[in-house]
C-alpha cells in the first residue's frame, strides 16, 4: 500500500485511537506504528486493509493503557466528538455516549471495555469485528460495551432536554442565516462566554457582542453553517465560500438560551469532525445549510 492510499485511512484510525486513548499525540504515535507494520507486509498479502489497520490500531491502544495503567498514567485531551443530528431515533443513545465528561468516565473503563465501548456506540463496528480486536467472543464483547455503558450512564446531563437544546441552536442558525440582529441577541444569553480554541491559542470572551459580530460578518462573507452533535450536545459545523469546513462550534443550553459556546477552528480538529462523521455514514456537505 502506497503513502496515498494509507491517507485515505488515516484520519478515521487517529479519531479512533484519540477517542480510546483520550490523546491526540498517543493516538497520532498509535497509528504512525500501524502504518509502519503495514509497511512490512508483503504486497497483497492483506485483503482488508481497512479492517486490518483497525485492529492493528485497537490492539495498539489497549497496550498504551495497559502501560499508562501499569505507570499509574491518565492522559486526556479536548477533541470533541462530532456526529450527526438528524435522527431522533438515536438522540439518547449519542448524547449517553459523547461528552466531555465522558472522558473522566473512559478512564475508569478497562481497556476491553473502553475499547468495545468507543468502536461500537462511536464508530458503529459490529461486536463479531470488535471481538476480534480484543481476542474475545461477539458475546463478551457485546458484554463489555454494556458494562462500559452502564458505567457512562451516570455522566454528567446537560440542563435542557435534547429536543429543547435543538430548538435554540435552529433558532441561532436561523438568525445567522437571515442577519437578524437582533434574534441572534434573543438566543443568546447577555452572559455568554465564548471561547475559541485555535491551533496554539484559546481566547476568552465574555458577552454576546463579540459573537453576534462574528456571525454577522461570516453571513455576508458566504459563510454557510448546519447543526450536528457535538459531545452529545447539539452544536454547528460551519462552511467558507469554497466548502471546506472552517468552524465546529459546541454550545451549551441553559433556559432557552445559549450560555457557553466553545469553537474550534484548527484544522486538525476540524478534519478530525468530518472524519468522524464520514466514519458513522453522515453527510460531510453543507446540506441543509443556515
Known amino acids: 500500500m502506497s503513502a496515498e492510499e494509507f491517507q485515505a485511512h488515516r484520519e ?12 491526540r499525540t498517543d493516538a497520532e504515535d498509535v497509528v504512525q506504528e500501524a502504518w509502519l507494520r503495514l509497511a512490512r507486509q508483503e504486497p497483497g498479502s492483506v485483503d482488508n486493509v481497512a479492517g486490518w489497520l483497525t485492529t492493528v490500531v485497537g490492539r495498539l491502544s489497549i ?13 486526556y485531551d479536548t477533541h470533541p466528538v462530532v456526529a450527526e443530528d438528524d435522527d431522533p431515533a438515536d438522540q439518547a443513545l449519542q448524547a449517553e455516549s459523547l461528552g466531555l465528561a465522558l472522558l473522566v468516565v473512559l478512564g475508569s473503563l478497562g481497556p476491553d471495555e473502553r475499547l ?6 462511536m ?23 454494556s458494562r462500559a455503558r452502564r458505567k457512562v450512564h ?32 434573543t438566543v443568546l444569553d447577555p452572559d455568554l462566554t465564548w471561547e475559541v480554541k485555535g491551533a496554539r491559542d ?12 462574528a456571525v454577522v460578518r461570516g453571513g455576508g462573507l458566504g459563510f454557510t453553517a448546519r447543526r450536528v452533535l457535538v459531545d452529545g450536545q447539539p452544536g454547528i459545523l460551519a462552511w467558507g465560500p ?9 454550545c451549551t ?26 466514519s458513522r455514514g453522515g453527510d460531510t456537505s453543507s446540506r441543509g445549510s443556515a
Do not use: C, W
Open 123 to 145: 464508530f458503529a463496528m459490529p461486536f463479531s469485528e470488535i471481538g476480534a480486536i480484543i481476542d474475545k467472543s461477539a458475546d463478551a464483547a457485546k458484554m463489555a460495551a
Open 63 to 75: 497496550d498504551v493503557l495497559r502501560a499508562r495503567t501499569a505507570k499509574g498514567e491518565v492522559l
Open 116 to 121: 468495545a465501548f468507543v468502536l461500537h456506540d
Open 202 to 213: 484559546v481566547t476568552v470572551t465574555r458577552g454576546r457582542a463579540e459573537l453576534v459580530r
Open 253 to 278: 443550553v441553559e433556559d432557552g438560551r445559549m450560555t457557553r459556546v466553545v469553537s474550534y477552528t484548527d484544522r486538525a480538529r476540524l478534519n478530525t469532525a468530518v472524519s468522524m462523521l464520514r
Open 242 to 250: 469554497a466548502g471546506h469546513p472552517v468552524g465546529l462550534m459546541a
Open 154 to 185: 451516570g455522566a454528567a446531563r446537560p440542563t435542557a432536554r435534547p429536543h429543547q437544546q435543538r430548538q435554540v441552536v435552529d433558532a441561532f442558525l436561523a438568525a445567522a442565516r437571515d442577519g437578524d440582529f437582533e434574534a441572534l441577541l
Open 12 to 23: 478515521r484510525l487517529v479519531a479512533i485511537a484519540a477517542r480510546v486513548l483520550g490523546n
